[in-house]
């Protein structure tokens, strides 16, 4: 299945997903050290996004999210890819300034942690290409 959206930056990339229902901080949500997530209103608290694509609603917080998001990518503690419904302007920032692949405008209610999604930041494209046991 393809879900289409609206790329923002460059790259094609694969991997397991991590689905959050909620929206997310960046600024004292993720440790740009680890990759793991923090926010006690998370979702997905303890999961680590490092090196899997992340899906999420939208940011929300400050706009130092920006430069989390920029940190996890340095640290190599990052996201491959960031998957959301709406695209406000503190993770739009983060994901150009880090390089990161962003496809906004997807129905993340379409899409499960442990997935593995293929997304094309140039295209706007999310490809879900397989699923494990849940």
Wanted: aromatic share 2%.
């Amino acid at each position: 299945m393809k879900l289409k959206g609206r790329g923002i930056g460059r790259g094609i990339v694969e991997g397991e997903i991590v689905v959050s229902r909620v929206p997310l901080s960046f600024l004292g949500g993720v440790d740009p050290e680890t990759g793991i997530i923090t926010d006690a209103e998370s979702d997905i608290k303890g999961e680590s996004i490092k090196g899997k694509i992340l899906a999420f609603p939208r940011g929300k917080g400050s706009t130092v999210g920006s430069y989390v998001i920029y940190a996890l990518a340095k640290s190599g503690n990052g996201p491959k890819a960031l998957i959301v419904e709406d695209a406000e302007t503190i993770v739009t920032v983060g994901a150009i300034i880090s390089g990161i692949p962003l496809v906004t405008g997807i129905d993340i209610k379409k899409l499960k942690t442990g997935m593995r999604v293929r997304v094309n930041a140039e295209t706007g494209e999310v490809e879900i290409i397989g699923e494990r046991d849940l």
